[in-house]
């Protein structure tokens, strides 16, 4: 079965300095992995995904992911946070089984950026 | 272009009780799927369909059925609520591929008292 971790709850970065939110993943097969952002209150926003070919992808907002098969990781990152990036991120990779499109969600980080 | 629509946005009902949660896209998605999300615990599918008269069983199913009698409509039915089941449900949509991003609704945050 496939499943995704992010192993920290909470991230903290002050605005300006670059960010990190991480996720791991496991699955069979080859991956294709999203990234979404939740603001208070909303549904889920797509912010970019991996399907194949450079292991750098880049999204909305200034954000970037970074694929890394060996490590099986696909960190997002953005190199100058604003206050505004503040809310709950997600990673998600695509399920293999049951039609292979449905999708299987980390637990989610929370990133402030503290002004 | 709206999107995905949930309608209504906030309900409390009390045990027992039955509802039908609406869900609209109009993007002509063939996917459209349930989630429950509760704190730490991320998002969890409840029901999927792949199109019109398809639809299938998630990982927590169990309280809840679907229908999806049209591409563009996707209700998911609470049988006989329980408070286990205050949550917080998002409705999402998107064509077919395993490439295919979902779009999501705002959600309906639902209290079972």
């Known amino acids: 079965a496939q499943s995704v971790a992010q192993p920290e709850d909470q991230v903290n970065v002050a605005e300006g300095n670059p960010l990190t939110v991480k996720c791991t993943y496991s699955v069979s097969g080859n991956p294709y992995l999203f990234w979404y952002v939740q603001y208070p209150n909303r549904g889920l926003q797509f912010l970019l995904k991996?399907?194949?070919?450079?292991?750098l992808v880049k999204g909305s907002y200034g954000f970037e992911a970074e694929f890394n098969k060996s490590q099986t990781s696909f960190h997002l990152k953005k190199p100058s946070a604003l206050v505004s990036d503040s809310a709950l991120y997600f990673c998600a990779v695509r399920d293999t089984d049951n039609y292979g499109q449905n999708f299987v969600f980390g637990p989610g980080t929370r990133l402030s950026v503290l002004p | 272009n709206a999107g995905v629509t949930q309608t209504p946005k906030f309900q409390v009902l009390k045990t027992g009780q039955s509802m039908t949660l609406q869900c609209a896209q109009d993007m002509n998605h063939e996917y459209m799927s349930w989630y429950r999300q509760d704190p730490g615990m991320g998002l969890r599918l409840i029901h999927y369909?792949?199109?019109?008269?398809?639809?299938d069983q998630g990982e927590v199913p169990n309280g809840y059925n679907v229908s999806r009698s049209t591409t563009e409509d996707f209700p998911l039915r609470l049988l006989s609520a329980a408070p286990s089941q205050t949550s917080v449900y998002f409705c999402?949509?998107?064509?077919?591929?395993?490439?295919?991003?979902?779009?999501f609704g705002d959600g309906t945050r639902l209290s079972i008292l």
């Open positions: 991996y399907i194949t070919g450079d292991n």
């Open positions: 369909s792949v199109g019109a008269g398809i639809t």
């Open positions: 999402a949509s998107s064509y077919l591929g395993r490439d295919q991003p979902q779009h």
